[in-house]
């Protein structure tokens, strides 16, 4: 019998606060024989676990301190997760047989909503895993295993030696390191999948500052992503909502003139409306959650849209 490969768990976080505290715990329920946990926070803790390696890193990037985990662990896979996420018991139990596929440099999972999250939490949760934000909703709902070649780090697994080899997670951007990571990872050759029975829970930003601010953030990232490095960023479910965008300004600019223009925005708005709200209803059957939800599908892709469109303009981040 095969002996399973060891796993290194790597966390990185600013502090350790109430959801990482719930993040380590949960790691040390893991159903799995063989292996560590590395956490690393800015700063030294008052927390202590036996059998957690704690690695204070000082204010560095995720991915600086993504490599200063893999630097200080040993585990022939190396899994991560954000500190404000925590894993199922069976995480590490069924992601290793993934990696007996030798073309599979890395796997990811579902990023689910946690029961516990608040009534704006949960509705932001709702936001992205609607089918308005196309195939990335896949990435928040269970069910699904097909090969991509984009993966969030917050629900990430790679064989240490692929990662070492593509010359480690990228310093400079966050966000946006995972998308390096994975191009860099294809680029080598290498299969990316995602796969239904590793989830996660993760804690979601509330609508509608956070959850926005978060947009905007990746909506930057992506569009100058998609101008500097080409690859997963120019997948066309990361164009529409700028196309979407710029396609009402210049019918709502048009409606003056014609009439026909104003028609056909009307109609294009009436057609998203029930669109979004369709999408919100498969979602939730709470009517309460509907409007905040609606809205919120609303705005996540006229923000996105919009800093994609600022980060094709960036020189730089």
């Not at 939490?121 to 984009?150: C, H, I, N, P, W």
């Not at 969030?152 to 966050?174: D, K, M, Q, T």
């Not at 479910?237 to 028609?263: E, K, N, Q, W």
């Not at 509907?290 to 599908?297: N, S, W």
Request: glycine share 8%; aromatic share 10%; charged share 20%.
């Amino acid at each position: 019998m095969n002996q399973e490969p060891r796993v290194s768990v790597i966390v990185p976080c600013k502090e350790v606060d109430a959801y990482a505290r719930e993040c380590i715990e949960h790691c040390k329920q893991l159903r799995y024989d063989d292996y560590e946990i590395v956490l690393l926070p800015d700063g030294p803790i008052s927390a202590h676990w036996d059998d957690v390696k704690v690695v204070p890193t000082g204010a560095i990037t995720p991915g600086a301190k993504r490599n200063i985990g893999l630097a200080t662990s040993s585990g022939e896979i190396c899994g991560f997760l954000d500190s404000d996420a925590y894993p199922r018991r069976d995480w590490l139990h069924n992601a290793v047989k993934y990696f007996r596929d030798p073309s599979v440099g890395a796997i990811g999972g579902p990023s689910l909503t946690p029961g516990r999250d608040s009534f704006k939490q949960k509705a932001s949760g709702y936001v992205t895993s609607s089918f308005m934000v196309a195939g990335l909703s896949t990435r928040y709902k269970q069910g699904t295993m097909r090969e991509v070649d984009d993966m969030p780090s917050c629900n990430f697994l790679a064989r240490r030696s692929v990662i070492e080899r593509v010359g480690g997670w990228n310093e400079r951007y966050w966000p946006g390191e995972d998308t390096l990571m994975c191009l860099a990872i294809t680029r080598l050759g290498h299969r990316i999948i995602l796969v239904s029975d590793i989830a996660v829970y993760h804690s979601r930003r509330p609508l509608f500052v956070k959850h926005l601010t978060q947009v905007a953030r990746f909506g930057l990232h992506r569009g100058f992503f998609a101008k500097r490095f080409g690859g997963n960023s120019l997948r066309l479910t990361y164009l529409v909502p700028s196309i979407f965008l710029v396609m009402l300004l210049l019918l709502a600019v048009m409606s003056f003139a014609s009439g026909f223009s104003m028609y056909l925005l009307g109609t294009v708005l009436a057609t998203y409306t029930l669109g979004s709200l369709l999408a919100t209803i498969v979602e939730t059957r709470d009517i309460r959650m509907i409007p905040i939800v609606c809205a919120g599908i609303w705005l996540t892709h006229l923000v996105y849209g919009t800093y994609f469109i600022g980060g094709l303009l960036k020189q730089d981040l």
